[in-house]
């Protein structure tokens, strides 16, 4: 017999978090999220989303043993903006069993009823900054740090419960040439003179490394909010993410392009590939889980995680973007990087997949926002 119990205290919420380690133990492609991070995203007092959300978190038990969760949210915010009323799915896991599958279900979605909602969909998060999209291809590879990862059967059961496809996401591996590319460099160099843009290096700028992140968010806020199920991020929202992305912000894999006004107008974050880093310290930064990221931050390393890119609506078209892919390669090669994951691009969004046609290219994972009418 399976029954919900709904995870309120501190401590529940670690045990609702901590349920996917169990889960996908001795998996090698399952890579855990900071459990810290997580914890506190479902604290009200701890996550500023709070602010415009209500959200739960649902664990399904048999004979005492967690065998699966899910969290609902409701983002006035978001709803809002899209003119509707839909319940937010996030944090999918359970056993292949359909008792334990429609347990949780029927307890989000009657929550998601209770506000009114009339669909359901996900999985996406408060923000898009967050975990989004359940995967339905490349179960044998390797999952991000920012990403989800799933069973192949959570797609069977997604159907069986007549949730259909939403919007994908599609993933890709490139591999770097072993030299700049000179038609790229030729077009970036053309493209910074013609509109007097200049590339800034980390630490280049007369103001603090804090300043400078939240100059990159509010280009990040600006450039996607027209994109689906993005929600410009509040300020809040904005201090949050800064202080996240901080420790993994290094000369050799970031970029920040100026105009002539000291305006940010595009930039590219990548991060050496925390996946081996974070398999091994089990989502944990202590008491020692900060030494194997410490490791792949700063040490030997073959592939970069491309985080965030962005440039200023008015100028996208303009080639702007080629001066963000010229620079980042020149500094990744000479790192010693040789290969690039994307993480998930909106398959309608060919602006972003046209960037990687200078590299060889494998689309090799793709992901799913799901959605219902309740």
């Known amino acids: 017999m399976v029954t919900i119990q709904e995870a309120v205290k501190r401590r529940d919420i670690v045990r609702f978090m ?9 998996n090698p492609y399952y890579v855990p999220d900071m459990l810290a991070s997580q914890v506190d995203d479902m604290i009200r007092d701890k996550n500023p989303a709070f602010a415009y959300s209500d ?10 043993q967690i065998v699966g969760r899910i ?3 409701h983002n006035r915010r978001a709803n809002e903006k899209f003119g509707r009323n839909y319940l937010t799915i996030t944090h999918i896991d359970f056993i292949d069993d359909d008792e334990v599958v429609d347990a949780l279900f029927d307890a989000v979605e ?9 669909h359901s969909h996900g999985p996406l998060g408060f923000s898009d900054m967050d975990r989004e999209g359940m995967l ?4 044998d590879r390797l999952s991000l740090f920012i990403t989800y990862y799933n069973y192949p059967y959570y797609v069977r059961q997604m159907e069986r419960r007549g949730y259909e496809k939403e919007v994908d996401w599609i993933e890709c591996r490139l591999t770097l040439p072993d030299a700049p590319v000179e038609r790229l460099t030729r077009i970036a160099e053309t493209v910074q003179r013609r509109k007097r843009l200049r590339v800034i290096d980390l630490g280049s700028l ?4 804090k300043a400078l992140a939240r100059e990159m968010f509010d280009l990040w806020n600006e450039t996607y909010k027209a994109l689906f199920g993005v929600v410009p991020m509040t300020e809040a929202q904005t201090d949050k993410y800064v202080s996240e992305f901080l420790p993994m912000l290094d000369r050799r894999t970031t970029s920040f392009v100026y105009n002539e006004q000291n305006e940010m107008v595009a930039f590219g974050i990548c991060c050496p590939s925390l996946e081996r880093a974070q398999q091994k310290n089990r989502g944990r930064m202590f008491p020692f889980g900060w030494i194997p990221l410490l490791r792949a931050l700063k ?3 073959d592939t970069v995680d491309m985080l965030l890119i962005a440039v200023r609506p008015d100028l996208q078209g303009s080639g702007v973007n080629s001066v963000i892919m010229d620079t980042m390669l020149k500094k990744v090669l000479a790192a010693g990087f040789r290969y690039a994951e994307t993480g998930p691009m909106l398959e309608l969004n060919t602006k972003v997949q046209s960037q990687w046609k200078f590299f060889e290219t494998e689309q090799h994972k793709r992901r799913r926002c799901w959605v219902k009418t309740l």
Do not use: H, M
């Open 206 to 209: 007369d103001k603090p490394i």
């Open 136 to 139: 339905v291809e490349g179960f």
């Open 110 to 118: 009657a929550w998601g009823r209770e506000k009114g909602c009339t």
């Open 55 to 64: 959200a739960r978190c649902f664990l399904a038990l048999r004979e005492g």
């Open 299 to 301: 040490g030997k390393n």
């Open 18 to 26: 901590e349920f996917p380690l169990q889960l996908y133990r001795n």
């Open 71 to 73: 969290a609902g949210i």
